[in-house]
């Protein structure tokens, strides 16, 4: 029986902490299904870490902050899949750009809108 799939996190310490609270941390053998991205976190280990979310079976929503999205945009621009659906969220230091977000540019694309 299948309980229910988890929501992941990438983002800086300010958000991961806040998800963390409200109960959103999952941690097994396999690893824990949140990023915090610091100053000195590499740009391989934030790819290694999205690629790794976005093959799980038991994860359902991606949530990024985008100012970290926007640093590994090539890669979010290859992922295709619907489930686990990536979200692109503010940072209490970066507000949120709709213009930025790629999914609100396809979902405006297939409304047949010009810009976001």
């Known amino acids: ?14 958000t991961v902490t806040g998800f963390l609270l409200a109960g959103v941390g999952h ?19 934030i790819e ?3 690629r790794t979310l ?3 079976d038991d994860v359902g ?7 970290i999205a926007n640093d590994i945009r090539h890669v979010l621009k290859d992922y295709n899949a619907t489930i686990p659906t990536v979200l692109e969220i503010p940072s209490k230091e ?6 930025q977000d790629y ?4 979902v405006n ?3 047949g809108g010009g810009g976001v």
């Open 1 to 14: 029986m299948e309980v229910g799939k988890l929501v992941a996190v990438i983002g800086d310490e300010d």
């Open 27 to 45: 941690r097994n053998a396999q690893g824990s299904n949140f990023l915090i991205v610091k100053q000195d976190t590499q740009l391989p280990q």
């Open 48 to 50: 290694d870490a999205f």
């Open 54 to 56: 976005s093959q799980r």
């Open 61 to 67: 929503i991606i949530l990024i902050n985008q100012h």
């Open 94 to 99: 970066h507000p949120y750009d709709p213009e």
């Open 103 to 106: 999914i609100m540019q396809r």
């Open 109 to 111: 694309m297939f409304l």
